[in-house]
């Protein structure tokens, strides 16, 4: 069996549902494949929104692109909710970070001023200020750091308003597995699934995380995309309990706590170089559960609902990899990491500009898939 | 719609479906009523047979009925599977009582000195002689003792070998809510259920664990009986892990390790008077691990597969209330607190002889199920 598609979209994530809306939007007909829609990171992830507080040093490149993509959150939640009827869970509550010891918070603190060299706002909170702003943290934490314009959305709920938004304006989901690329003189002509059928389109986006570490691509092009273990533990209890999205480093390990407005609270997340192994680890949810109690002592009175693991799609600059591959019928849509959902709305426009115009954003040359690979490095010598 | 039986079991836990298996053997036709078979106290407990290691102090009464049970239980397991062609994961391995600090096995070794003044088998572990019986257990713990005699079964195994042993030997199993006892002149004479059908019995058994403290009984008899929650961690690793169940007190905190064959572990447990909540708290889960931890340190590489809850229907003397309560038609075999799966062979082999000739064993003297209520005190009063 063969379908025909302007575009396949490999993989049914936020990402991969985000591109095949945007794209349909614009009058392509687009397939999604994924043998098992929105059950990869995008399921773990906890949905903070947070290109401040995300923020390390020397990611100069990366906030420009995450502080695009957050001031495109409200409006692209907007359009979807009036699309589907569906709600995202989207939510202005800041992010106040704070230190478990005087040295945690000192680092904390370091990072905020680097954050404010860059023009952000982040407010330096004492320790009187940080028990106004959360009274149910523990007592004689030595204060904080408070980032007012983070938000969050809820991902499981993202992706069944994007699965809704792309299927109202035309796009397929098949739930298949990708066997391969189908190559034809050099250039991708779509793909072939597992069940024997096959998928022809003009272009194929590469939205499968870090699956994408698995596919064989034509032209000895590898992706320089791994994946990076990460549990969330999910929880229920009071509302009210937390006010803002919290994170802290406690002794050193950071650990972050997201509370919904029904109570519920999710608490990530570990950072594991396991390769595919999705198994969450006894020692991991013990370590969790440790931070998060020792910030906020009645998470050990709450219900434990769930622990979740998912794969982040990491790369080498903690950068996603966006746009062509010197292939062809091929674009590159994957690598976010930690960011994926809070750089599906800038992804998403720039796929579809690509896909519409034969052009990627110029702003995303720092992006190039193959800026780690030896490939291009070989080519661009031979040019020379 | 009323259905009609020699005997009705409110519960299909482990006990109430011993207790219809061991009837209907004898050629009673028998009821079983439960809305989630298996779903109870029998599906969280770990399935540990250990009346030695169980023993506090003060239980004696309670000991020689564990006694008991444990040595019927190799016929009663050879029996029912060979009854069904299933397997119980029915395995001696022995228990191993390990202290954290010298305080805890000092305290673990004053209570082995009580079971070797009642005759039981009881030797006590150097620090050299665990590290060489266990071990991977955390180097440095101070010492233990091995009670080579406890065995274990895998109750979620027992209940479905017992499920099927009960149905084959011809019980019938009714997936419906008990709503109350029916009762004719101050006697049981059933059941009514909850979609409104009845089932008329000459005996009724109540087996229904904790909720048992949740049945109006005619004649102002009320069951001591209350719920104790306990959470188990259900773990997954490589085999070879423990070669015997270890138990251990922690900082004065019990914690157990029940290894499986296949390289599952469970980890137990806690007790908590929380009602008839049966959520997961977040606090035990902690604890838990950490304490397992501390003795194995390898649980932090496990994977974690799940956590489960249930309601042990404990005592003020943490023993079972068995037999008649003064009101004809009607059978208590509940309160086994701890000690469920241990007690189930002897339970229901002296309810199958109780509901047969009519008499209860002379042996459950000390487990009359009025022993606490102030109505048994009325009555010898007005006797006088």
């Known amino acids: 069996m063969m379908r025909t598609s302007d575009v396949a979209v490999i993989g049914a994530g936020v990402i991969g549902l985000a591109v095949a809306w945007r794209a349909a939007q614009r009058d392509m007909t687009v397939t999604v494949i994924d043998p098992s829609p929105g059950s990869g990171a995008s399921s773990a992830a906890a949905g903070m929104l947070a290109p401040v507080t995300e923020l390390h040093y020397a990611e100069r490149d990366l906030l420009d692109l995450t502080l695009d993509s957050a001031a495109r959150y409200p409006e692209f939640v907007t359009e979807l909710e009036s699309a589907t009827g569906l709600d995202v869970g989207y939510r202005r509550c800041g992010t106040v970070s704070v230190g478990w010891m005087g040295s945690d918070l000192a680092a904390l603190r370091d990072l905020a001023e680097f954050q404010r060299a860059l023009a952000l706002t982040v407010e330096t909170l004492t320790a009187a200020e940080l028990r106004r702003l959360e009274p149910l ?68 986006v590469v939205a499968c995380g870090a699956w994408a570490a698995l596919l064989d691509l034509p032209g000895d092009v590898e992706l320089a995309v791994r994946p990076v273990k990460g549990q969330t533990l999910h929880l229920s209890g009071d509302p009210g309990a ?82 062509r591959a010197g292939v062809d019928g091929l674009v590159i849509a994957t690598g976010h990491h930690r960011n994926g959902v809070l750089l599906t709305p800038v992804t998403a426009d720039g796929v579809a500009d690509l896909l519409e115009t034969g052009t990627a954003p110029t702003a995303w040359k720092p992006f190039d898939p193959l800026r780690f690979s030896p490939v291009r490095v070989d080519r661009e010598a031979s040019w020379s």
Chains 1, 2 share one sequence.
Not at 186 to 201: F, R
Not at 292 to 319: F, I, K, W
């Open 137 to 204: 943290l523990a007592p004689g934490l030595p204060g904080g750091v408070l980032v007012t314009g983070d938000h969050q959305v809820e991902p499981p709920a993202l992706v069944a308003a994007l699965r809704t938004g792309a299927t109202f304006a035309g796009a397929q989901l098949v739930e298949q597995r990708v066997a391969s690329l189908r190559v034809d003189s050099e250039t991708v002509v779509g793909v072939d699934l597992a069940d024997g059928s096959a998928i022809t389109a003009g272009e194929t």
């Open 242 to 323: 937390l006010s803002h999205v919290v994170r802290g480093e406690v002794r050193g390990a950071p650990v972050y706590l997201v509370p919904r407005s029904d109570g519920r609270l999710v608490i990530g997340a570990s950072s594991e170089e396991a390769g595919f192994d999705l198994r969450p680890r006894a020692g991991v949810v013990h370590d969790l559960l440790r931070d998060a109690q020792a910030l906020l002592p009645s998470v050990a009175e709450m219900e434990l609902v769930g622990v979740r693991t998912g794969l982040r799609p990491g790369t080498p600059d903690n950068s996603p990899l966006l746009g």
